[in-house]
């Protein structure tokens, strides 16, 4: 069964899914598929029979929703291919085909995992990086609230030691979420980690979190001070760190792709955390990052409630996409 026709079983309640995991991906990406899907159905009633006009039109619709343009290239060539191989002719059949080709896309016979690769023993660590402003901070509070609701001992160390007000931010949202923080400011990041992690051991922590410094003006001196940290961090935990997530702002479109590879360039980023996907009409952001990087999307930010932080589903999200699409049919 293709992905359009499982969707469509999910929107017909015949197929029995978390409802709330779906509302949340359903209200999230509202604002994009309202200007997404709505062009795209006004594009099936422009155009009966599929056709080049019909494929120039589908482009800048793509590009519009910041799928980003090498990734759209690459989706027309393989649509173009299936039209021409299964001779579809109907615009309207070709939207199954347009939702389940966004999703093979993404895919690409990969197995991706939107899980937590964990420690086998002691603490799992996970280092958070990203530009100052992207909510890193806040996205860390929710990834420690996340996973203290699932029953772990969580802890928060405040690397980002030079930035004026970074460390009591964080120590503050330790407080409001009840978790173990460490952090100190105007010292060696790599010494916080290193007194951090001891004490993380000491407690028997399950989690800790780890945030940095946002600076990307000076690659060098930030990829020296992340192969130090990285270097502190083995030093305690063989394994470690476990994750290293790159939280990016949704809102800033093509650019959070800029981010992602400037950042891929100085360390070895394992996941993207995609903040503030509620607030842009642009949310096809998520397949351009995964076909232009290859980082897989880990968890996706609806809001600023701390439950408003979810694991990445790639089924859900293309029912947020294609609802009112499905629903059309």
Known sequence: MGLFAKLKKIVTKKEEVNEEELETYDKGLEKTREEFVSKLNLL???YHKVNEEYFEELEDILIM??????TVFKFLDRLRSRVKKENITDTKYLNEVIVDELF????ENQSLSDKINESSSGPTVILMVGVNGVGKTTTIAKLAYKYQNLGKKVMMIGADTFRAGAIPQLKSWADKINCLFYGKEKTDPSSVIYDGLKMAKEENVDYVFIDTAGRLQNKVNLMKELEKMNKVITSFIPDAPHETLLVIDATTGQNGILQTKSFAEITNITGIVLTKLDGTAKGGIVLAI???TNIPVKFVGFGE??????AFDIENYIYGLFKDMINYE
């Open 104 to 107: 093979i896309i993404y895919v």
């Open 290 to 292: 995964k076909e232009e």
């Open 65 to 70: 929703a910041d799928i980003g343009v090498n």
């Open 305 to 310: 409630k701390m439950e408003d932080l979810k």
């Open 44 to 46: 099936g009633i422009k």
